[in-house]
T-cell receptor, first 113, second 115 residues
Framework: ELKVEQNPLFLSMQEGKNYTIYCNYS?????LYWYRQDPGKSLESLFVLLSNGAVKQEGRLMASLDTKARLSTLHITAAVHDLSATYFC?????????????FGKGTHLIIQP | GAVVSQHPSWVICKSGTSVKIECRSLDFQATTMFWYRQFPKQSLMLMAT?????????EQGVEKDKFLINHASLTLSTLTVTSAHPEDSSFYIC???????????FGQGTRLTVV
């Protein structure tokens, strides 16, 4: 059974600080996804990481993938209040995308002024 | 990115009735669509995988007779919750893929409340 573990599950931080969310998974998949979810809303795709060593950045968020360690990180730089949300990582249930995704439990991020 | 539309966005129904949720890929033909369920403050759990013209594949623990899935075309999948009960109240989210090598695109979700 594929397992995807995120930590921390809850994070309260101050604006301007840096922090990292970790995502460990148990499969050999080379693809990993990061999503953002705002309360009452569906998922917003943040990053698609397709290979070992992949690093992608968008604004204050940067995601990386280490397939050998089966670890992905989502790094937040100089956090701002607008980044408050729940962040999920997810992995394909099979080598491709035809079998759906397994999600981590999510990291509920609160950024305080 | 590609657009996946769900309808309705929210629905309230009485216990014992059935409710249908539609998932449409608006600008691409989806070989496969997926249905997820998300309970409050929890993660998304895959319920079933749906391919056009064939029977859906349900995840372990999901009752196929309760959650009827029809994928009649490459742009439409429907989920019917039959004989709904309050414990079926949840956020249902669909996603669709063009093929196994492309990322999934998610609908906006349907909030189901059974009273």
């Amino acid at each position: 059974e594929l397992k995807v573990e995120q930590n921390p599950l809850f994070l309260s931080m101050q604006e301007g600080k840096n922090y990292t969310i970790y995502c460990n998974y148990s499969t050999t998949s080379d693809r990993l996804y990061w999503y953002r979810q705002d309360p009452g809303k569906s998922l917003e795709s943040l990053f698609v990481l397709l290979s070992n060593g992949a690093v992608k950045q968008e604004g204050r968020l940067m995601a990386s993938l280490d397939t050998k360690a089966r670890l992905s990180t989502l790094h937040i730089t100089a956090a701002v209040h607008d980044l408050s949300a729940t962040y999920f990582c997810a992995v394909d249930n099979s080598g491709g995308g035809a079998d759906g995704l397994t999600f981590g439990k999510g990291t509920h991020l609160i950024i305080q002024p | 990115g590609a657009v996946v539309s769900q309808h309705p966005s929210w629905v309230i129904c009485k216990s014992g009735t059935s409710v249908k949720i539609e998932c449409r890929s608006l600008d691409f033909q989806a070989t496969t669509m997926f249905w997820y369920r998300q309970f409050p403050k929890q993660s998304l759990m895959l319920m079933a995988t749906s391919n056009e013209g064939s029977k859906a594949t349900y995840e372990q623990g999901v009752e196929k007779d309760k959650f009827l899935i029809n994928h009649a075309s490459l742009t439409l999948s429907t989920l019917t919750v039959t004989s709904a009960h309050p414990e079926d109240s949840s956020f249902y989210i669909c996603s669709a893929i063009l093929d196994s090598n492309t990322e999934a695109f998610f609908g906006q979700g349907t909030r189901l409340t059974v009273v």
